[in-house]
């Protein structure tokens, strides 16, 4: 081959291979990128509802920690690199407050309970103790009622629960207490259980199930689905209402307000999308009923289900976060 025919051939190459660069770059730049805190069930659940209704390529999800997430969206604002979060409601309220950062979400929706119009729940987490009856049965240990119970010295190094520090499943577990005893009274039952806990204080909100399950410990709190789910599986867990009451909290889903319109636009019919069509197998998964409509089996309703009396908030959090360290240097950790 000629010089000049090489130099064509590599010219015209590299013509075809800087229009395929461009044409995967447009593709990337053009697919909508969306920071979710939620579990890999859920997200599972979203990304088959975006792909079985011609969004499939056409997405990138990244998971990131409840309070890593948290953190960049009020760090970051409008300057977050996401097009769509789905996050725990009480930071989407917090953030929006700092920096007015997501659009209205119009998809017709009618939720149990008042929400912001920038946000759509997709799915619920309730709060319960849940033990493995064979642990109990080995080790003569009676079986609790209430979060209260559980600072009996029996269950020494045998409770296993989430550091609220760490994950929001923790907070569940704070506002039961709280909610029940105050401040005051609480801080001594929290301190008090947290002796028992001893080294099972777990980073993670799946951590109490897991060590219940193997049997390393006897008791943990962590989210009532698990153990329902544990217990569905043959193994043996049951889950226990606390009398203290079954908390809840609430994921949801928010569009970022951006200058490119196009782009916040399919970002909003995504988002609609996920909160209208993903609920049939995210209820499942999540026995909370959100939307008017909605309905969980007697198995999955708690026996205690409250609310704290006020909006949970950022701030909130941080108090009870406060609450939290008090009670371990009280309890000796």
Not at 252 to 279: F, G, P, T, W, Y
Request: glycine letters at 8%; a negative charge; proline letters at 3%.
């Amino acid at each position: 081959m000629n010089s000049k025919v090489l130099g064509l051939f590599a010219s015209g190459s590299l013509a075809l291979l800087l229009a395929a660069c461009g044409d995967n770059q447009s593709t990337a730049d053009n697919q909508v990128i969306i920071y979710s805190n939620a579990d890999d069930e859920a997200i599972e659940i979203m990304e088959n509802v975006l792909d079985s209704n011609g969004y499939e390529d056409q997405y990138v999800i990244q998971s990131f920690g409840t309070s890593e997430l948290g953190g960049k969206m009020l760090a970051e604002g409008t300057s977050i690199e996401a097009d769509i979060v789905t996050m725990a409601s009480y930071y989407i309220d917090s953030a929006q407050a700092e920096h007015n950062m997501f659009v209205d979400l119009s998809a017709e929706a009618s939720t149990l309970d008042t929400v912001s119009s920038y946000q759509l729940p997709v799915l619920g987490n309730v709060g319960s103790i849940f033990v493995n009856t064979q642990v109990i049965a080995d080790k003569g240990l009676a079986m609790p009622t209430s979060i209260k119970d559980l600072t009996d010295p029996q269950y020494k190094d045998l409770i296993s629960i989430p550091n609220i520090l760490d994950s929001s499943t923790g907070w569940l577990l704070v506002q039961a207490i709280i909610g029940e005893y105050g401040e005051e009274e609480g801080k001594q039952v929290f301190a008090d259980l947290i002796k028992n806990v001893g080294p099972h204080l777990e980073s993670s909100g799946s951590g109490p199930i897991k060590k219940v399950q193997t049997g390393e410990v006897a008791v943990g709190f962590g989210l009532r689905a698990q153990a329902v789910d544990a217990n569905e599986e043959g193994l043996p867990i049951e889950y226990i209402d606390p009398t203290e009451g079954n908390f809840a909290l609430v994921e949801s889903i928010a569009v970022i307000d951006q200058e490119v319109e196009e782009q916040e636009k399919k970002a909003k019919e995504m988002a609609e999308l996920i909160a209208k069509e993903a609920r049939t197998e995210l209820i499942k998964q999540y026995p909370v009923a959100l939307y008017e409509g909605e309905t969980v089996s007697a198995q999955d309703t708690p026996a205690y289900l409250k609310q704290w009396e006020s909006t949970l908030t950022v701030d909130l959090l941080k108090e009870h976060e406060t609450f939290f360290k008090n009670a371990q240097t009280l309890g000796g950790n």
